[in-house]
């Protein structure tokens, strides 16, 4: 009797420390689920809030790729005559027509050439005295310039540089007293010692703006640096618009 009572004591004692162990290990795995659970809600945030916090990616690229432009510019422009200490400037009216060919070689700056045709003009009255005047030229220009994406439907485009140019026609009908004469300001028959130069170059420097990165708008500026005939050059001022290709 005594031996029963002894293997029951144990058999209880057994079973007791079983039912505790199975116990503290439901505790650790309920433990270990909810510290999983957490770690995955962790996770989720610290994902989303690394979307957030993702700056979005520009529209352009920091280099700019090679383009084209067709443009038409309005060109006020003015003769310049000094000679000791007094001068003179005769005002003209001009259009162009050209293209200009874009080509970076170092991230967004690069170079800037093309060609236009251009047709100056003026008429005035005098006296009786009718004089209507006709220049047409053909310049070359050549430019730094540096295409500046301002954001994806802007960009900014200024250009400094030399040109050349090369006048074709320059002629000017005189009308007085129902008589009327013709005169070419390349013929040394007509002007002497004023005839005019063929050939000339200068300076020039602007900026343009790029539309939805096809349209154009933009001014600048253009002196000559050599005269076109003695004590004689011209200045004026670009206003263009154009389209890219």
């Known amino acids: 009797m005594k031996k029963t009572m002894t293997r029951l004591m144990a058999v209880l004692i057994l079973m007791t420390g079983w039912t505790v162990a199975f116990a503290q290990g439901s505790v ?54 000094s000679y000791k200490g007094h001068s003179n400037n005769t005002s003209y009216q001009g259009l162009s027509l050209g293209g200009n060919y874009f080509y970076p070689f170092a991230g967004s700056l690069g170079a800037d050439f093309g060609l236009k045709l251009q047709y100056f003009f003026r008429s005035e009255k005098e006296k009786g005295v009718k004089t209507n005047s006709n220049l047409l030229s053909a310049t070359i220009p050549v430019n730094l310039a540096y295409d500046w994406h301002v954001s994806d439907g802007l960009a900014i485009y200024p250009y400094a540089g030399l040109f050349a140019r090369f006048n074709i026609m320059a002629k000017s009908k005189v009308e007085s007293d129902g008589h009327s004469r013709t005169y070419d300001a390349f013929s040394k028959d007509d002007m002497g010692d004023d005839t005019w130069n063929r050939f000339q170059f200068g300076w020039q420097a602007g900026v343009n703006c790029r539309i939805s990165e096809t349209f154009i708008v933009g001014g600048g500026y253009w002196m000559d640096l050599s005269e076109l005939t003695e004590h004689t050059k011209a200045y004026g001022f670009n206003i263009t618009l154009g389209m890219k290709f």
Request: charged residues 10%; glycine residues 2%; without cysteine.
């Open 28 to 81: 650790t795995v309920d433990q270990a689920n909810r510290m999983l659970q957490q770690r995955r809600q962790q996770q989720q945030q610290q994902s989303g809030q690394r979307q957030v916090n993702q700056p979005q990616t520009n529209y352009y690229s920091s280099a700019s790729q090679p383009f084209a432009t067709f443009f038409l510019e309005y060109n006020p422009t003015t003769l310049h005559v």
